[in-house]
T-cell receptor, first 114, second 115 residues
């Protein structure tokens, strides 16, 4: 079945450091890929997405590129801020029986210190 | 816009009690789902629905019931609460898309403790 692998963390960075959170996946077909972010006490919200190979999703300074050859969708940001502290979930979505089946990674906690 | 609204935000139950977690969305989404979030396990799908009158089981359905009488509402019922159901519960909705790239919209969660 489908699966998404990402490190749980926590990842601790100083403000203005470069961020990479790795995400790899296995899927039977051609999934869409997503990064969701969860701030403390809130639900998940979409950060960015990519729907086909070589697409780059971007939002709020975060980027991720859909790499079919390495089955990866790594999240990057050039300069993190304290306000980026949150849990980041990688996810894939595939059509299954007329609906989209979504598989989430375990979530990576990011802590940014001043 | 309200989006996805979950109530209550917090709940404490004793073992064996029953309760209903409420979820409502105002985006006319066909697809609605319930997840539970536990430390070290990410999000696991409990039940989902692709439209009014249609529900199906997800990954961890035991101990939970759902119904979908309207497009807007998707309540989750715990028939006899157990300590293993202590968790944070999220309702999420989206359009049903043949392309499969419609993102999920989440509520803010219900933190349930069963003693």
């Amino acid at each position: 079945g489908d699966s998404v692998t990402q490190m749980e963390g926590p990842v601790t960075l100083s403000e203005e450091a470069f961020l990479t959170i790795n995400c790899t996946y296995t899927a039977t077909g051609y999934p869409s890929l997503f990064w969701y972010v969860q701030y403390p006490g809130e639900g998940l919200q979409l950060l960015l997405k990519a729907t086909k190979a070589d697409d780059k999703g971007s939002n709020k300074g975060f980027e991720a590129t859909y790499r079919k050859e390495t089955t990866s969708f790594h999240l990057e940001k050039g300069s993190v801020q304290v306000s980026d502290s949150a849990v980041y979930f990688c996810a894939l979505s595939e059509e299954s029986g007329g609906y989209q089946k979504v598989t989430f990674g375990i979530g990576t906690k990011l802590q940014v210190i001043p | 816009n309200a989006g996805v609204t979950q109530t209550p935000k917090f709940q404490v139950l004793k073992t064996g009690q029953s309760m209903t977690l409420q979820c409502a969305q105002d985006m006319n989404h066909e697809y609605m789902s319930w997840y539970r979030q536990d430390p070290g396990m990410g999000l696991r799908l409990i039940h989902y629905s692709v439209g009014a009158g249609i529900t199906d089981q997800g990954e961890v359905p035991n101990g939970y019931n759902v119904s979908r009488s309207t497009t807007e509402d998707f309540p989750l019922r715990l028939l006899s609460a157990a300590p293993s159901q202590t968790s944070v519960y999220f309702c999420a909705s989206s359009y049903v898309s043949g392309v499969g790239n419609s993102p999920l919209h989440f509520g803010n969660g219900t933190r349930l403790t069963v003693t």
